[in-house]
């Protein structure tokens, strides 16, 4: 079984930035879509951000439009989340998923990772 790898959160002031990273334990996993979804303290797991394998076609949840930018380099076999101008609601576990197609539904994610947790202070 695949597992999805993220690194990057960590603690970081309002107005502040970060970079999550995600790989596949295994080099050769390929997925045609790659997905962050973020879940905070007694809520549901929320979609952030999706990319599509070209990186062409990408999609993002209203809360985060014009501060993060999802990419993804496939000679590395990675996919980012670069952060900016973050909030302090943007404090969550955020997890690294991969689908078959550029959905926002978490449900059509069938590879996930273990969660990075990202805290932002006010």
């Known amino acids: 079984q695949v597992q999805l790898v993220e690194s990057g959160g960590g603690l970081v002031q309002a107005g502040g930035s970060l970079r999550l990273s995600c790989s596949p334990s295994r080099r050769t996993f390929r997925s045609a879509v790659m997905g962050w979804f973020r879940q905070a303290p007694g809520k549901e797991r929320e979609f952030v951000a999706a990319?599509?394998?070209?990186?062409?076609?990408?999609n993002y949840a209203d809360s985060v439009k014009g501060r993060f930018t999802i990419s993804r380099d496939n000679a590395e076999n990675t996919v980012y989340l670069q952060m900016n101008s973050l909030k302090p609601e943007d404090t969550a576990v955020y997890y690294c998923?991969?689908?078959?197609?550029?959905?926002?539904?978490?449900?059509?994610?069938?590879?996930w990772g273990q969660g990075t947790q990202v805290t932002v202070s006010s």
């Open positions: 990319i599509t394998w070209s990186g062409v076609s990408t």
């Open positions: 998923a991969a689908a078959n197609s550029l959905t926002t539904n978490r449900n059509d994610y069938s590879y």
